[in-house]
């Protein structure tokens, strides 16, 4: 049975892997606070090369993670549960995109102003064996 974190030391091996979210709660640090707190308590936080929260302008946090891992819009693989945002930023930049279509968001479908995602997928376990298919 796959396991999240397992999945993620596993992804950590092989990528430089990032966060990027957007915490819009009036409670601001004490949210970043709370996610933050969540890594590190959970042994994932030094899977993360980057880990980048705001309160808005989520297009400007991937920027500045591709600044700071020195990488590409070609060079990355988003994946998101946001087709508005994560999905969006990637199509109109040329990074590989995979909609997470589970949970919260899964009804905002991709569409023709947002862009379409490059591959799909349901559930995170469907991601390491994509990414070993994409490294081909």
């Given at each position: 049975m796959f396991s999240p974190k397992r999945g993620v030391r596993c992804l950590a091996r092989?990528?430089?892997l990032a966060i990027v979210s957007l915490v819009t709660a009036s409670d601001y640090?004490?949210?970043?606070?709370?996610?933050?707190?969540?890594?590190?308590?959970e042994g994932l936080a030094p899977s993360f090369s980057v880990v980048l929260f705001a309160p808005a302008d989520k297009d400007q946090l991937?920027?500045?993670t591709l600044a700071r891992l020195r990488l590409a819009p070609e060079d990355v693989a988003v994946i998101d549960d946001r087709a508005c945002r994560g999905i969006a930023w990637g199509a109109r930049?040329?990074?590989?995109t995979i909609w997470l279509c589970?949970?919260?968001f899964k009804d905002e479908r991709p569409n023709e102003q947002a862009g379409w995602p490059t591959y799909i997928?349901?559930?995170?376990?469907?991601?390491p064996p994509l990414l070993l298919i994409l490294q081909r």
């Open positions: 092989r990528y430089r640090q004490a949210r970043v606070t709370e996610r933050l707190t969540v890594l590190r308590e991937y920027e500045r930049r040329g990074a590989t589970h949970g919260k997928i349901d559930t995170l376990a469907a991601l």
